[in-house]
């Protein structure tokens, strides 16, 4: 399977713990974006990278998360201090695409990471 | 603020029925517009998108829709539903620079 995959697929955490989720995109792929998904919601986003430079983080982000994508290939979504709010999927999607003609490139999504913060 | 608005969070209907579902927009200039849908157990994919040119723009398994400028909408159709078109339907707007804000869904259930 070519398509973006993501790991783990589940976490159970408990509070004030950190967790790290990785995200492999198509591999032909500069652009990586990281959303997030609650129930009864569509997908918010937070973060993406062209190559290995973050380009735009949400006011979602707040300081507990950092996310990195350092040889401009996988990327990981580290999550510090966990609280019951962050429960929620975290989906990664990738897509190829330069500038604003970036925009209207389709985006590719992995399975999500679903995290459980008890 | 800008957003993304779907008229119905859930709809139910039967095989061979119509369906319309409704996306409404609030940005100003121009955008990208997409629907993704989600069937049970897979990812998020692409059905359909537009950012030029004809505003019916034709997607797969039947579906199309239509991008209305003045109203700010982009809804989404297919003449004749299947049960296999269950799944979660997300309109999206990508107003530059890559990144998509979607609408909040809509569960579509197709009874046989």
């Known amino acids: 399977d070519t398509g973006v995959s993501q790991d783990p697929r589940h976490k159970i955490t408990k509070r004030g713990q950190n967790v790290t989720f990785r995200c492999d995109p198509i591999?032909?792929?500069?652009?990586l974006y990281w959303y997030r998904q609650t129930l009864g919601q569509g997908p918010e986003f937070l973060t993406y990278f062209q190559n290995e430079a973050q380009l735009e983080k949400s006011r979602l982000l707040s300081d507990r998360f950092s996310a990195e994508r350092p040889k401009g290939s996988f990327s990981t979504l580290e999550i510090q201090r966990t609280e019951q709010g962050d429960s929620a999927m975290y989906l990664c999607a990738s897509s190829w695409g330069q500038g604003s003609l970036a925009s209207y490139n389709e985006q590719f999504f992995g399975p999500g990471t679903r995290l459980t913060v008890l | 603020a800008q957003s993304v608005s779907q008229h119905n969070h859930h709809v139910i209907l039967s095989e061979a029925a119509s369906l319309e579902l409704g996306c409404n927009y609030s940005y100003g200039g121009t955008v990208n517009l997409f629907w993704y849908v989600q069937y049970p157990g897979q990812h998020l994919q692409l059905l359909l998108k537009?950012?030029?040119?004809?505003?019916l723009v034709k997607g797969i398994k039947g579906f199309e829709a239509e991008f209305i400028k003045s109203k700010f909408s982009f809804n989404l159709r297919k003449p004749s539903v299947q049960w296999s078109d269950t799944a979660e339907y997300f309109c999206?707007?990508?107003?530059?620079?890559?990144?998509?804000?979607f609408g909040a869904g809509t569960q579509v259930v197709v009874t046989p």
């Open positions: 537009y950012f030029s040119g004809d505003p």
């Open positions: 999206a707007v990508n107003p530059g620079w890559g990144k998509l804000q």
């Open positions: 591999s032909e792929h500069n652009r």
